[in-house]
């Protein structure tokens, strides 16, 4: 189901597409990075002019597309200046994440045993992303920050998920370093126009 139309948006979901229907997590998650690099880099695909609106006081989410046949979707997220997101995970889907514009800064995070009941987390790694650049989780490697780390640009991001991206876990900081309170968190959408 195509939210509105756009430059390119048949080739962004034929290559979706063929990737989804590679015989493994890797192989899709793979070819579908690849692909979106080259669709982002080619100027192929352009993206509504929505998605370059920021929300007051968070990142903006706005699904471009839904399959209804393969099941993901293609989620475009806006991230004002410093707009970052806590510690989360995908509620164990895969996705491929691409920086369409600006620049975003991604920490992984690797789950250590819990302790006392609370979350305990270890960063295993930091990238600052630009233009064109794409990256993938896939569960159980899935917990990760993403940050805007600009003063005065916005970011954006395109991000397919291998399912409807609902809700997921985040985990919030508990004081004097006692690890993590994990939450669900229901995910929004704003509209596209």
């Not at 048949?10 to 793979?30: C, G, K, Y």
């Not at 164990?92 to 691409?98: I, L, S």
């Not at 064109?132 to 940050?147: F, Q, V």
Request: glycine letters at 10%; a negative charge; aromatic letters at 8%.
């Amino acid at each position: 189901m195509l939210t509105t139309q756009f430059p390119g948006c048949r080739e962004l979901i034929d290559a979706i597409d063929h990737a989804v229907a590679m015989n493994s997590t890797f192989a899709v998650t793979d070819t579908l990075r690849n692909s979106l690099c080259k669709l982002m880099r080619s100027g192929a695909v352009k993206l509504p002019d929505c998605v370059f609106e920021t929300a007051e006081g968070r990142y903006a989410r706005r699904e471009l597309y839904r399959s209804e046949q393969h099941g993901y979707c293609v989620v475009a997220m806006t991230w004002g200046p410093g707009q970052g997101t806590p510690i989360h995970d995908h509620c164990g889907m895969w996705c491929v994440e691409g920086v369409w514009s600006g620049a975003l800064e991604v920490v992984q995070y690797e789950r250590l045993a819990d302790e006392n009941g609370h979350c305990r987390f270890q960063p295993v790694g930091s990238i600052q992303a630009g233009p064109g650049s794409a990256g993938s989780l896939i569960p159980p490697h899935e917990y990760h920050t993403i940050r805007n780390p600009s003063d005065d640009a916005i970011a954006v991001s395109l991000h397919i998920y291998s399912g409807n991206m609902t809700r997921c876990a985040i985990f919030q900081p508990l004081p004097e370093d006692h690890g993590y309170e994990r939450c669900e968190r229901q995910l929004g959408l704003d509209p596209v126009h």
